[in-house]
């Protein structure tokens, strides 16, 4: 079984500021996929970006990048120059490739952006 | 590209009652997945389903739950005889099932179950 582990329940950043959630995952698996996605309050949940476990390059998606440390089963989120609207959960997943494409999710981490 | 929506979007019941949530994925995907979400909690898999075929279940499913999706459309998702501990956020979600895909989600039913 696949297990996702995000150990920072709550966190805040000052507006403007650069703040890394983390996140760390066990499986046996060698063909995966890993995506970061996010809540906002009361707000349906969007993918921020994801990761292919082959590409050894980390994905960035405008201020969002990962650090993907593939012996170490982990797989953080930092976003930089940290904006009011990006306070939210985020939920970290991983999906390993097969029937179903069966996505597993951390317990999520919640962000408060200070202005 | 209208996204995945979902119906009704609150629904209070009493235990003992049957409810039914309705989810219309994005046009194009095949795949169809039901997750519920408790407070503080990631969303956990209950089931998905590949055009109509209902391909896996989570040990989460009791009896009380069944799912269908008939036509490979929409799906709708019906727990009989509700229990207070049923209380939770029910989100589907749809993807491309060529290949490995992203969820694209709705914005989820809050059942409230007294």
Redesign the interface.
Known sequence: AQTVTQSQPEMSVQEAETVTLSCTYDTSESNYYLFWYKQPPSRQMILVIRQEAYKQQNATENRFSVNFQKAAKSFSLKISDSQLGDTAMYFCAFMKQGTGNQFYFGTGTSLTVIP | DTG?SQDPRHKITKRGQNVTFRCDPISEHN?L?WYRQTL??????LT?FQNEAQ??KSRLLSDRFSAERPKGSFSTLEIQRTEQGDSAMY?CAS?L?DR?????????TRLTVT
Request: no cysteine; glycine share 20%; proline share 12%.
């Open positions: 995945v795949r997945y503080g909690q990631g969303p956990e898999f998905y391909l896996e989100l993807s099932g490995p895909s992203p969820l694209h989600f709705g914005n989820g």
